[in-house]
């Protein structure tokens, strides 16, 4: 079965400054990945997925970008943080069966 | 298009009452059906799905799912609370673009009482 790591698990950033949070998947080659965000009060928003490397499609205008610069690996980025861009960001993939996610356990941003 | 509303933000019972959350989702055909649960600080962890066949879904940890295409819903329940079922809960439907993306309702925060 696959397991996500993502790091860090918290973070605390100011305004303006830049961002890498960072995904790498085990137990799973070529798999489809996800970025959603999860704001406070609010449900998961898909940010970005990838189908393989170097491919990112981006779901919702925004102040972040995503890559896959190798196949179990994905990272999203930002170069200059905003007060909104605060969130819980989490990474998945499919499970073994059709759209049963594995998530990771998950990176709480804030931006200050 | 695709959506998933959860019309309870925040529920609370007592432990050992009976539990029903509710999911209505909007999809154009007969739809995967999902709910996830969600630890405080944690990601989500799948209870269980629907597919086809059997509109009575058992999942993990006790609790069950009834799709009711009549109603487009596909309320979770559970006959017995434990302290533990505190958590988040999330509706979630395929996206219709494909690549095995997610549509998540807002989701329900579970409170359980001693």
């Known amino acids: 079965s696959q397991t996500i790591h993502q790091w860090p698990a918290t973070l605390v950033q100011p305004v303006g400054s830049p961002l890498s949070l960072e995904c790498t998947v085990e137990g799973t080659s070529n798999p489809n990945l996800y970025w959603y965000r999860q704001a406070a009060g609010r449900g998961l928003q898909l940010l970005f997925y990838s189908v393989g490397i170097g491919q990112i499609s981006s779901e919702v205008p925004q102040n972040l970008s995503a890559s896959r610069p190798q196949d179990r690996q994905f990272i999203l980025s930002s170069k200059k943080l905003l007060l909104s861009d605060s969130g819980f960001y989490l990474c998945a993939c499919p499970g073994t069966s059709n759209y049963g996610y594995t998530f990771g356990s998950g990176t709480r941003l804030t931006v200050v | 298009a695709q959506s998933v509303t959860q019309p309870d933000i925040h529920i609370t019972v007592s432990e050992g009452a009976s539990l029903e959350l509710r999911c209505n989702y909007s999809y154009g055909a007969t739809p995967y059906l999902f709910w996830y649960v969600q630890s405080p600080g944690q990601g989500l962890q799948l209870l269980l799905k629907?597919?086809?066949?059997?509109?009575l879904v058992q999942g993990i940890k006790g609790f069950e799912a009834e799709f009711k295409r009549s109603q487009s819903s596909f309320n979770l329940r559970k006959p017995s609370v434990h302290w533990s079922d505190a958590a988040e809960y999330f509706c979630?439907?395929?996206?219709?673009?494909?690549?095995?993306?997610?549509?998540f309702g807002a989701g329900t925060r579970l409170a359980v009482h001693p």
């Open positions: 979630a439907v395929p996206h219709s673009g494909g690549y095995n993306k997610l549509i």
């Open positions: 629907y597919f086809s066949g059997d509109t």
